[in-house]
């Protein structure tokens, strides 16, 4: 689910400006049809919040509100920089001061003191960070460095990320205002006009909307966090003012277009959805539809009714508040989504906190002048990052009082209790619950794990013994990686040679896949082609293989799980005559839960988090369908009963953490199974 929104400051009293031309509207500081707008935003992005099947592009609220925000504060510096010559960028930020921290850092005390105590442990250290990163507006930055670590791709949402959004906002305007100042001190030193700056603002639109294009082809999942990929929206917005500053539309035109723009952002919303790459070009029509609406200015529209203005007053706050009860709601209930009563709720008490804020925090900070001037502003800014890093810090130090539990051989036996049918005891877990979603492959640290843009092989990512006389090589996704601890081990104890070939998410198949965001992976078309040339050189005696069940193939039709079946029975038919024996592993267990929150309330009974069989393997593992067709050339080895016992698969197995998330085992547990895989192996190479 993409996270969304920030709402600029509401401009209060009118004040006249005369550009040089009839425009009866360009003076107004307040703009109903602006207001109307934003309540537009904030619902569709609260909608899919709340139920995203219900509107699934809804993230676009993001889209305009950016272009609100630099409408409005374009049209403030144009309006200074014309009446007095100048631009003071203390002011300027004085301004933001006052309008955004104040209700925004309450709302980051309040999540952060319920997330202290209400989330679970082991979330309690990436909703840390992520507090201070959004105290000092780089939520974004985080973000994008998320959405880029494959590793941190699965981890569940943090009630704060919302305020990526701000920080691309303030991020913007470290640089917007100074092409003003710029713009200020051409006008008096050569009287430059405004088609100058016009075409400086025009310049920085084109430039970043080619940035956000390109770069959201090659990685959508961080291209959406980034300022460079979205300056473009707010300077629609910036160059939107200035041209309104000159120009008018004909009356008869402007009922026409506000409907023309509230209908792009309407289809938007409704045909857009998580998969589609975003923001680049299909960004382009919830940008000009809202740009429209601007344009337009105040017809009689519903964007003008009462409802309407009070929701657009109370939107941001709204904003605030809504992701916050969403992810507390979600984490209270234990389930994925919110049902019809939990939507009605987590709605209404947003509305209900929204407005309080609005009423208790923003107007009296804006009204009675406690945020008077540059110094005032400072103290309140350096206040509010420590406040927050001090909730950070204390959510840091409780997940620190969970101390790592050393390592015993005796106690932490792994998949050996399920054949003694003896339970795990639920105290001295190891790996420890804070400590388990870090528990992953060597290969990772080493940079033998290929990432996403790569598709140049390392031959040199050599485990086990690096003489031995045997041949393993290792091929596929993550799924195929998370076994290489225990490939190390038997490699070491039995002289084979483990080569691995992995690359995240790229099941090694000839159909065309998605990457974990939806988006087209040609790179793990280009990185199996690889694999195939290099097998010879290899000399390979096995080609061990396994690929998730959660792997998406491009133009699947129907029948997903057939269509990548048919494209690993492609691969592997290539792969089967370059090695002695081919593989392949069908995918372990997949939780449809939150494991770590489930281990950490039921330490006394941890059965309460064990799931059925038909649970852990709900989706059909296109794997076994392809091996039933290739049965001559390709042994599969089902490896369930490590994992499971008759009738159910615990997520504590021999007092060993099994999962470092819902469907990746933790290293220690794969390095546990060493030595029943070494003998499945050996049963398929004698």
């Known amino acids: 689910m993409r996270p969304l929104f920030v709402r600029p400051p509401t401009p209060s009293t009118p004040e006249k400006k005369d550009h040089g031309a009839s425009v009866p509207d360009t003076g107004r500081r307040f703009r109903p049809e602006v207001q109307g707008l934003r309540a537009v935003a ?13 509107l699934p592009g809804g993230y676009v609220g993001v889209d305009v509100f950016f272009v609100i925000s630099g409408f409005l504060i374009t049209s403030l510096l144009y309006r200074e920089a014309d009446k007095h010559g100048r631009v003071s960028i203390a002011r300027f930020y004085v301004r933001r001061v006052r309008r955004l921290l104040p209700a925004s850092t309450v709302v980051l005390l309040v999540t952060g003191a319920v997330s202290l105590v209400f989330l679970p442990v082991t979330r309690l250290s990436d909703t840390a960070w992520q507090l201070i990163a959004s105290a000092v ?15 941190a791709s699965d981890a569940p949402p943090s009630p704060v990320q919302h305020f990526w959004s701000l920080a691309v906002e303030e991020q913007f305007y470290l640089v917007w205002p100074l092409l003003f100042v710029l713009w200020a001190w051409a006008v008096r030193r050569w009287r430059a006009t405004p088609v100058l700056l016009g075409a400086v603002l025009a310049t920085v639109l084109v430039g970043s909307l080619a940035h956000s294009v390109s770069y959201t082809a090659q990685d959508p999942a961080a291209a959406y966090f980034l300022p460079t990929t979205r300056a473009w929206e707010l300077a629609v917005g910036g160059l939107l003012a200035v041209v309104l500053a000159h120009r008018t539309l004909p009356a008869a035109a402007r009922t026409p277009l506000v409907w023309a723009g509230l209908a792009s952002i309407g289809v938007s919303a409704v045909v857009y959805s998580d998969a589609t790459a975003f ?178 092989l390392r031959t040199d990512c050599v485990y086990g013994d690096p003489e031995g006389d045997r041949t393993v090589v290792v091929v596929g996704d993550s799924h195929a990686a998370q076994w290489v601890p225990a490939l190390d081990r038997i490699g070491t104890e039995r002289g084979w040679r483990v080569v691995t070939l992995t690359k995240s998410a790229c099941a090694f198949t000839a159909a065309p896949v998605r990457w974990s965001d939806g988006s087209r992976y040609d790179e793990c078309a280009q990185w199996n082609d690889a694999v195939l040339a290099e097998l010879p050189d290899l000399d390979a005696d096995v080609v061990f293989s396994s690929a998730s069940v959660r792997t998406e193939p491009l133009n699947a039709g129907d029948d997903p799980t057939g269509a990548l079946a048919e494209g690993l029975a492609t691969q592997w038919e290539k792969a089967a005559p370059l090695t002695d024996q081919f593989v392949a592993v069908r995918d372990t267990p997949v939780a449809d839960r939150d494991l770590f929150a489930c281990l950490e309330e039921n330490t006394d009974d941890l059965a309460e988090c064990a799931l059925t069989r038909e649970e852990a393997f709900a989706k059909e593992d296109p794997q076994v369908q392809a091996a039933s067709a290739m049965e001559d050339d390709v042994h599969l080895l089902d490896l369930s009963d490590l994992f499971c016992a008759e009738d159910r698969c615990d997520a504590v197995v021999g007092n060993v953490v099994v999962y470092r998330d819902y469907h990746h085992m933790t290293a220690t547990y794969a390095e546990l199974l060493s030595d029943q895989l070494a003998g499945r192996i050996e049963q398929v190479m004698s």
């Open 42 to 54: 904030v619902l569709l992005v609260l909608v899919y919040h709340l139920d995203p099947d219900l």
């Open 137 to 151: 507006y780089a939520e974004n930055l985080y973000l994008a460095h998320q959405a880029v670590d494959y590793l």
């Open 279 to 456: 923001p680049g070009w299909a960004a382009l029509l919830p940008v000009l539809g809202s740009a429209a609406v601007i344009a337009a200015g105040r017809t009689e529209t519903p964007l003008n009714w009462g409802a309407a203005q009070f929701v657009g007053d109370i939107s941001y706050s709204l904003y605030l508040w809504h992701w916050p009860l969403i992810v507390f709601a979600l984490t209270w209930t234990g389930a994925t989504s919110l049902g019809a009563l939990e939507i009605v709720v987590v709605a209404a008490a947003s509305v209900v906190l929204a407005w309080l804020t609005k009423v208790c925090v923003e107007d009296p900070v804006r009204e009675r002048g406690l945020v008077p001037g540059a110094r005032s502003a400072v103290v309140v800014a350096v206040a509010g990052i420590v406040a927050v890093s001090a909730v950070g810090a204390a959510s840091l130090a409780r997940v620190g009082q969970y101390s790592s539990v050393p390592f015993d051989p005796r106690v932490h036996v792994g998949a050996a209790a399920l054949e003694e049918g003896t339970a795990s005891t639920g105290a001295d877990l190891y790996p420890a619950l804070v400590e388990a979603e870090q528990d992953i492959p060597a290969l990772y640290d080493e940079e033998c794990q290929a990432q996403r843009a790569d598709v140049v």
